[in-house]
């Protein structure tokens, strides 16, 4: 996230919080300001998700925002009142895009094929990676990470898919990076262990 947008959580600075909050509520025209507010940083989550799931043919970051908000649009508001839920939920939303777009793919070939990615980030201070691993697969593992911790979840989405830092992950949260980091590594080993990964295993 951009310089002094990060530092404050809430979005209060830059009036993002408030039109959150309308938009939750189900008002189109905060709806539409937030979109032209806070495109560069959603474009930024839609290419972290690209690039993980190995720049999938057929989308590009525009197309993933563009109908990213038409999902949204179309249901009654937004999922989440701060900066941090939002762009959880921004995360979630792409990432469902993404994996309805693979499994249509995918159906058209004989015998499927996964699309893969790796849950790792350039910024972390644990530097250990989970191999790739199924797309469709890793979604599902999201959510029972989800129903186990919520901080630690939304630590995953906004580090490992919505491309922030530690740093950034962390003001975001209002944790510290220490936590982040704990996070990280217990999340890392929670997905493998699900997935049922070679935690020796490298992605390279």
């Not at 993980?52 to 989440?80: I, K």
């Amino acid at each position: 996230m951009a310089g002094g947008q990060k530092a404050d959580a809430s979005g209060s600075s830059d009036g993002a919080t408030e039109l959150i909050q309308r938009a939750s509520r189900g008002d189109g025209d905060a709806m539409g300001a937030l979109y032209a507010k806070l495109y560069p940083e959603i474009k930024r989550v839609a290419r972290a998700r690209l690039a993980q799931a190995g720049g999938v043919t057929g989308l590009n970051a525009t197309a993933l925002v563009h109908e990213g908000f038409m999902r949204m649009a179309e249901r009654e508001g937004l999922n989440g009142h701060t900066r941090v839920q939002f762009f959880a939920y921004i995360g979630k939303v792409l990432r469902s895009i993404v994996i309805d777009f693979v499994r249509a793919r995918d159906s058209e070939k004989r015998g499927g094929g996964a699309t893969l990615l790796t849950l790792s980030h350039a910024d972390a201070t644990a530097d250990a990676n989970i191999p790739a691993v199924d797309v469709i697969a890793l979604d599902r593992a999201v959510e029972q990470l989800k129903s186990i911790d919520e901080g630690m979840y939304q630590t995953a989405e906004l580090h490992f898919f919505c491309g922030m830092t530690i740093e950034e992950t962390a003001a975001a949260r209002g944790v510290s990076s220490r936590t982040v980091n704990r996070e990280i590594l217990k999340a890392r080993a929670l997905l493998g262990e699900w997935l049922e990964l070679d935690p020796n295993a490298s992605s390279g």
